[in-house]
């Protein structure tokens, strides 16, 4: 990454006597005010002396001023899209070559967009000096049908003096529509795509020295401009797409989507099914399509690219969270940092941990974003399967996402939409009658049947098995340990014709015996999924099943022990950052699981570019601990005991207490107290001889209300960031 702070842009046509005093100026500006930076002077196809010019300030001034050079005239929005492919500084400016606007209000510009954390600052004209020509009145009588047509109030809409950072100045120049003068519309781009803006007011001076191609034609260039107005109108108001910076990042770098493509019946049923879509959501709406789309190609881009992709999202959030949550503001605050600090995955270490507790502790008073619309947001609860329910909020772009990112996910299986699907899952528990009918009907335009797991029993199952049987899914998908207690029973009865072609499961950790049983017992592959509440799927197996895959467009995952990147091959805790949760942002939040960290350089089979993570082990709270500091996940005793379940029929280990434990066991039809020394004698040679371990005799281990089963339950704290350094004070 370039150690430069700001690149100036500056269009050129027909400036040859301009641009050595707009460079000298420039590079004064950066002198003054000790920032690192370029000038990027742009020929936009002249013909007098500029590109000499140009050429002889590269030579005079190596690294700092830089020529691009159109061999035809392209207009100032491509001359500044030029401009800014060129830069190499992580802030943009962009300025007229002619002088009029004055190249010392820079430092006030980048002053203004680092104090007050915006996303674009503008310099608007002020009126002192200004000549009441012709071209004034047209100026400003522009400007207020510019304010009116889009509901805005700025002094002087059409202005182009404008600072911002790279990424922000690319996505405001990927405009669709055909314009003559469209960077009369850079501000209502950033007002319609959502970005925070402040205006400054700046001196303005007429032309001294040569002669502004609008001279001659200003009616008939504000007659253009009016044209421009209705193609604005038509695509930043009528047919105004939610922002995404993923389609944006596409556009910067495409990729071929090898996603398997859907039959003209299928597509016909999917374009219709989006059709009555939002009669059928009650929150989330029809703007799933341009997150799926987008997904369907991100997956496939380079992982250097996704990287960028997320470490662009990443600096988002953060002058988001800086700019509108308190919470946020004052922990960087306190270790003194700035939004410009954190340029990406790499500076992630230089924000605090969030916890659980943080989030109850301030959920009501500063973590709740204060620019969030109240009626995009839902309450999500958690079921408190650790002991304790959590509250969290989502809005409604991220409740998009995880939709258009489970529908990805599926197709990993071989799924496609309009196959059939069971859901081993309750269909309308704690929805309204409205909630209740709209999920019901979407269940059956997209052929989904629900299999209610909370009312899984013996006498029961028979009649849940034919009717999966009858349904014959292609793709079912529920609770791992719904899975495994299905496969239990399958395989006790015999051939039983229920042969979906492929298996999702998910809310537990996956065991490699319960694996093996479920696919023996459905003939076809699992696939799993890590998720949680707070975030719906985090991460998927494909079908290399090699790892699972993040779901990195949305999330950044850490694998960490004691604040540094777990080895290869190790178990870490997991904290994850949400990239797109704007109302209440989860930022290297200790999720409380723990997983298997893998080489980042490695490449999965299937070529999707998104990051990898190993086993997913269960979580902090499932781990129990020995004596002289020992622990284990409780995902040992799963993977050890598997070789006993000719003995022990089910099992599950309590810790309440230091140095003790319970080993509550359902007795196996070839159960011994030989078998049960030789376990507890394996259980002390992993948590310490001195361990006290009281054995349990039981029934049964009961189903939680989820309808999970808990193989490990810890109720002590261990923490995996206890040795991670503080964060360190950093000036900006």
Not at 390 to 406: G, N, P
Not at 651 to 664: G, I, N, T
Request: aromatic share 10%; proline share 4%.
């Amino acid at each position: 990454m370039s150690d430069l702070a700001l690149t100036v842009i500056a269009p050129c046509f027909n400036e040859e006597t301009n641009v050595p005093e707009l460079a000298r100026r420039v590079l004064a500006v950066f002198d003054r005010g000790e920032l690192p930076g370029e000038l990027v002077l742009v020929d936009d196809g002249s013909t007098d002396g500029t590109r000499a010019a140009i050429e002889a300030l590269e030579r005079a001034y190596p690294g700092r001023v830089i020529g691009a050079y159109h061999p035809s005239n392209r207009g100032i929005a491509e001359a500044w899209r030029s401009g800014t492919t060129a830069a190499r500084a992580p802030i943009v400016a962009i300025i007229d070559a002619d002088l009029q606007y004055q190249p010392e209000d820079l430092l006030r510009l980048y002053r203004e967009l680092y104090e007050h954390s915006v996303d674009v600052v503008q310099g608007w004209r002020s009126a002192v000096g200004r000549r009441r020509d012709a071209r004034y009145h047209l100026s400003r009588g522009f400007n207020l049908m510019l304010n009116k047509a889009f509901g805005m109030s700025l002094q002087d809409n059409k202005s182009g003096f404008v600072i911002c950072s790279k990424e922000v100045m690319e996505d405001l120049l990927t405009y669709r529509g055909t314009y003559s003068y469209w960077q009369s519309f850079i501000m209502v781009a950033a007002h319609a795509k959502g970005y925070s803006y402040k205006q400054v007011e700046t001196l303005f001076e007429r032309r001294r020295s040569g002669k502004s191609f609008l001279d001659d034609i200003a009616y008939t260039a504000a007659a253009r401009s009016v044209v421009d107005l209705g193609k604005a109108a038509w695509e930043y108001r009528v047919r105004r797409r939610p922002h995404d910076v993923s389609e944006q990042f596409l556009r910067r770098h495409p990729v071929v989507d090898r996603s398997p493509k859907l039959s003209p019946s299928r597509r016909l049923h999917w374009k219709g099914y989006l059709g009555v879509f939002d009669e059928t959501h009650w929150m989330i709406t029809r703007d799933v399509e341009q997150d799926y789309d987008a997904l369907r190609q991100t997956q496939w881009l380079e992982p250097s690219q996704l990287r960028e992709l997320q470490d662009e999202k990443l600096r988002r959030l953060v002058r988001h969270a800086y700019r509108n949550v308190p919470f946020y503001r004052e922990s960087m605050r306190r270790n003194k940092l700035r939004p410009e600090d954190v340029r990406g995955q790499d500076d992630l270490h230089k924000l605090d941990f969030l916890t659980k507790d943080d989030v109850r502790e301030h959920l009501y008073f500063d973590m709740l974003s204060e620019n969030h619309d109240k009626d995009t947001v839902l309450k999500i609860t958690t079921s408190g399967s650790t002991g304790e329910p959590f509250v969290c909020y989502a809005d409604r772009s991220q409740l998009e996402f995880r939709w258009a990112a489970t529908l990805r996910a599926q197709e990993w299986t071989g799924y496609q939409f309009g196959d059939r699907t069971v859901r081993l899952w309750h269909q309308t528990l704690g929805m309204s009658p409205t909630q209740a009918r709209q999920e019901m009907l979407d269940a059956w335009l997209s052929r989904r049947k629900f299999v209610p797991v909370f009312e899984m029993s013996e006498h029961k199952l028979d009649e849940m098995v034919r009717e999966i049987a009858d349904w014959q899914p292609v793709l079912m998908d529920g609770y791992a340990e719904a899975l495994d207690f299905l496969a239990q029973y399958l395989k006790s009865r015999g051939r039983v014709d229920v042969r979906p072609k492929a298996l999702m499961s998910s809310a537990q950790t996956l065991p490699a015996p319960s694996r093996r049983l479920i696919e023996e017992a459905f003939g076809c592959k699992v696939f799993d999924k890590y998720g949680a509440r707070e975030f719906s799927g985090i991460a998927y197996e494909c079908d290399a099943h090699s790892g699972h895959h993040v779901v990195g467009e949305g999330y950044i995952v850490e694998i960490l022990r004691n604040g540094e990147p777990a080895p290869p091959g190790e178990v870490g805790e997991v904290v994850i950052t949400d990239l797109n949760n704007y109302c209440l942002p989860f930022i290297r939040y200790r999720i409380g699981d723990l997983a298997v960290a893998t080489d980042p350089s490695r490449s999965c089979a299937c070529g999707r570019g998104l990051p990898l993570i190993g086993d997913i082990e269960g979580r902090v709270q499932s781990i129990i601990q020995g004596t002289d500091g020992r622990y284990l996940p409780g995902t040992f005793f799963a993977h050890y005991l598997k070789e006993f379940d000719h003995a022990i029929q089910r099992f599950q280990v309590v810790q309440e207490q230091p140095h003790a434990m319970s080993f509550r066991v359902v007795k196996g039809g070839r159960y011994s107290d030989d078998v049960l020394e030789e376990i507890l004698a394996t259980f002390r040679q992993y948590l310490g001889e001195e361990m006290q371990i009281d054995v349990e005799f039981v029934e049964n281990v009961e189903l939680i209300p989820t309808g999970k089963r808990l193989a490990s339950v810890s109720k002590l704290g261990v923490d995996f960031q206890s040795g991670a350094p503080k964060t360190a004070s950093r000036s900006s």
